[in-house]
Structure formats: C-alpha cells, structure tokens
C-alpha cells in the first residue's frame, strides 16, 4: 500500500490550492481515504474523508465551508481543494487510508478524525503567507 500526495506549495492569504492523493497497492473500494494536517508545534488534526463507494464526505469543523474532498476511482486519487487559506491553515497535509470495515467500526463509536489509520502518505507542505 502506498499513499502519494502532491499539490502543496505557497499561496497568499484567501488563494486555494489543490491537493492529489494517489493511492496503490489495494483496491480503492475497500478503503477509506482521510486528509490530516500537522502544523509545526501542534498535533495533527483531521480535516475531511470519504469513501471511493459513495464519496459521502466528512469534514473538521475547521474545513467546513472552505475545504471539498473528492476522488476519482479510476485514477486512485482522492483530492482536497482548499479555497479561502489563511496564515493558520500552513501545515504538512498528509492522506492516509483505512479498510471500510475498520473505519465503520471504529467511527460507530468516535470522531473519524480520532483514530490511527492504518496507512499514510509522506505529506505535502501547504504554506499561506499573509
């Protein structure tokens, strides 16, 4: 299994990046694809997920409204558009994927931002000036 993301860079205060995420080694139906970031002195937080199967996104309350997760199963990725970035949203924005039935299991019961996915991707760096 292999997680790749690409798209990072620098952006002004209220530009939009998007971020790919291209997933190998397994099949994309059988998997949960999520979207963290980690700024530098702060733990990593959730920003928004989906399945390749239905594409029902979930989102941080700090992507609400700005950030759109989205996938194309054909290709094995899964995208993040970041529109309207701010200084506070630079960070190292990491993909990571969970099986289908561990990620139900373990959401039943917590956020899905809360638990250790199973694979991950080396990151790419957003950075938003001011």
């Known amino acids: 299994v292999q997680l790749v993301e690409s798209g990072g860079g620098l952006v002004q205060d209220g530009g939009s990046l998007r971020l790919s995420c291209f997933a190998s080694?397994?099949?994309?139906?059988?998997?949960?694809i999520g979207w963290f970031r980690q700024a530098p002195g702060k733990e990593r937080e959730g920003v928004a997920c989906?399945?390749?199967?239905?594409?029902?996104?979930h989102y941080a309350d700090s992507a609400e409204g700005r950030f759109t997760i989205s996938g194309d199963k054909d290709k094995k990725t899964a995208y993040l558009q970041l529109s309207s970035l701010h200084p506070e949203d630079t960070a190292l924005y990491y993909c990571a994927a969970e099986t289908m039935s561990r990620w139900f299991a373990l959401s039943s019961v917590r956020s899905p931002f809360e638990f250790e996915y199973t694979y991950w991707g080396q990151g790419t760096q957003v950075t938003v000036s001011s």
């Open positions: 989906f399945s390749f199967i239905d594409g029902s996104p």
């Open positions: 080694g397994f099949p994309a139906d059988d998997y949960v």
